[in-house]
């Protein structure tokens, strides 16, 4: 008797337990959520970001010592929502609030309810609000908000959109529903508020929104500092440099790179990650990992080479061209023969007309420089092609920077919609307009390749030179190709 309840006792523990966390034997059960046991982090492990850390800090007082603000009859933001691109930190500093204030942290995101049965997300709801209740003051955390709060007005999501309509009329429901005095906070963090259903912003409910930003050329470099605080660098490491080098990239590509550059350091067998190896790293997240097993054909290297110095000579000559940080034709991602990077001197959020004009040019001087040298084009200027076309149709419609259609912007970009990766474009505008659109864009095209066309056939020697050295090396540096311009002039 003994053994067979000792077996049976035993089976239910199982069937019970959590080694069937997501089965059918837990449907209609209770799910515990149990508060994150990740380690503590603070907001020292975020670098930068000082703004949305400053709007933080009256949640993080109000979580250490919720009675205080009670007494003086204040009333807190139930709701935080962190707002920002991906990549920003926004997960991260919501567990430095929990870190900071000293307080549990559940976690819970958007796209998980997505998995789960019908009725399931919207009791997980419930549960997770009970056990925040018991343990306040405590943080809730909803990441990827958008996951089930996208507007119930939006198109029909695949599967699962009955299941996401109760979940979300759960959550704000049980947002109603608890007293704001409590001492739990609810924050949440989403990279498209946009299409966040109008009902969870307001007020009562994420009535607090924090926008997280790309870091600007100050903070990339104290993200790279705090990335590579534990890593031998070589002296010639400049983090400045690297943070210039990477405009628009978020703190997780800046993770990456500093990570891409220890792996390929360790790879070599080095002792000190150097700044090659993060040269390397960079390029790598920039434009895909080297192509070693595709080695140029030597027709194809030739083209390649002349495509690059054509861009470069043309960045280099414009009047508003940044500096070229390095050319180079080994062939990297999918279609790129090679690549010329220029080097911003400062963070850019603007950009004049001319600059605009002189961007064009050097895109397509990678395509003249090829009919120029070689008397035909080829398929390499694909994507060169399409950048240029993007700003000169952006100049005519969006920034009214065409004399014959003025200032006005003709067709209404939509926003992004679920599963979509290209926004729609709706046209406000008739025939005729779309007509002279298309020829404003046309000239504005062949003006940057006459442009092109007239430096690079000017410095046609020039050209030839960087061609051939680019060739041997397949890789020039600023200072070279800086010195390589100053022996032909
Ligand atoms: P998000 O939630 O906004 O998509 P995460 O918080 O998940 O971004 O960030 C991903 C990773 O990027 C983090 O784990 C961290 O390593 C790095 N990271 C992002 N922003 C920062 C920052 N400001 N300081 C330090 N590391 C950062
Ligand atoms: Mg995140
Ligand atoms: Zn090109």
Excluded at 6 to 23: D, E, K, L, Q, Y
Excluded at 53 to 67: H, M, R, S, V
Excluded at 93 to 103: I, N, T
Excluded at 255 to 275: F, K, Y
Aim: aromatic fraction near 4%.
């Amino acid at each position: 008797m003994l053994i067979f309840f000792g077996i049976w006792f035993w089976i239910m523990r199982r069937v019970s337990g959590g080694g069937a966390a997501h089965g059918f034997l837990n449907l209609g059960k209770k799910i515990r959520i149990k508060p994150d046991t990740l380690p503590k982090i603070t907001f020292d492990d975020v670098a930068g970001a000082e703004s949305a850390k400053q709007e933080l800090k009256e949640t993080i007082d109000f979580l250490k010592a919720p009675e205080k603000i009670q007494q003086l009859g204040g009333r807190m933001p139930k709701g935080v929502l962190l707002v920002g691109p991906p990549g920003t930190g926004k997960t991260l500093l919501a567990r430095a609030v929990s870190g900071e204030a000293g307080v549990p942290f559940f976690n819970i995101s958007g796209s998980e309810f997505i998995e789960l049965f019908v009725g399931v997300g919207a009791a997980r709801v419930r549960d997770l609000f009970e056990q925040a209740r018991q343990n306040a003051p405590c943080i809730i955390f909803i990441d990827e908000l958008d996951a089930i709060g996208r507007s119930r007005s939006g198109p029909i999501s695949i599967g699962g959109h009955d299941e996401r309509e109760q979940t979300l009329n759960q959550l704000l429901t049980e947002m109603d529903g608890f007293d704001p005095t409590s001492g739990v906070v609810v924050m949440a963090a989403t990279n498209r508020p946009e299409i966040l259903d109008k009902a969870l912003l307001r007020a009562g409910r994420f009535d607090r929104q924090i926008v997280v930003d790309k870091p600007d050329l100050q903070d990339r470099v104290k993200i790279l500092q705090l990335h590579t605080r534990r890593m031998q660098l070589a002296s010639d490491v400049d983090l400045d440099i690297i943070g210039r080098r990477t405009p628009g990239l978020v703190g997780a590509d800046l993770s990456n790179i500093a990570n891409e550059a220890a792996i390929l350091a360790a790879r070599n067998n080095q002792t000190e990650v150097t700044m090659d190896n993060f040269e390397d790293a960079i390029d790598r997240i920039l434009a895909g990992p080297e192509k070693k097993g595709r080695a140029l054909a030597a027709e194809e290297k030739r083209r390649a080479a002349y495509h690059e110095a054509g861009h470069a000579l043309v960045a280099e000559s414009v009047p508003t061209g940044q500096p070229v940080h390095k050319i180079s034709i080994i062939p990297r991602g999918v279609s790129a023969l090679g690549f010329t990077l220029q080097l911003p001197i400062e963070e850019k959020f603007l950009s004049t007309e001319d600059e605009l004009k002189d961007q064009i040019a050097i895109l397509i001087a990678g395509r003249v420089a090829e009919q120029i040298t070689l008397g035909n084009v080829s398929t390499g200027a694909q994507n060169d092609l399409e950048k240029a076309s993007e700003i000169a149709r952006s100049m005519v419609c969006y920034l009214g920077m065409s004399k014959k259609l003025g200032p006005l912007t003709y067709g209404k970009r939509q926003q992004l919609q679920f599963l979509e990766t290209e926004a729609t474009e709706t046209r406000n505008y008739s025939d005729e307009t779309a007509l002279l659109i298309d020829n404003e864009v046309k000239a504005i095209i062949d003006e940057g390749q006459k442009r092109a066309q007239r430096i690079l056939t000017e410095k046609r020697k020039v050209l030839d030179k960087l061609a051939e050295v680019l060739r041997e090396k397949e890789t020039i540096h600023h200072e070279e190709l800086v010195a390589l311009l100053q022996e032909a002039d």
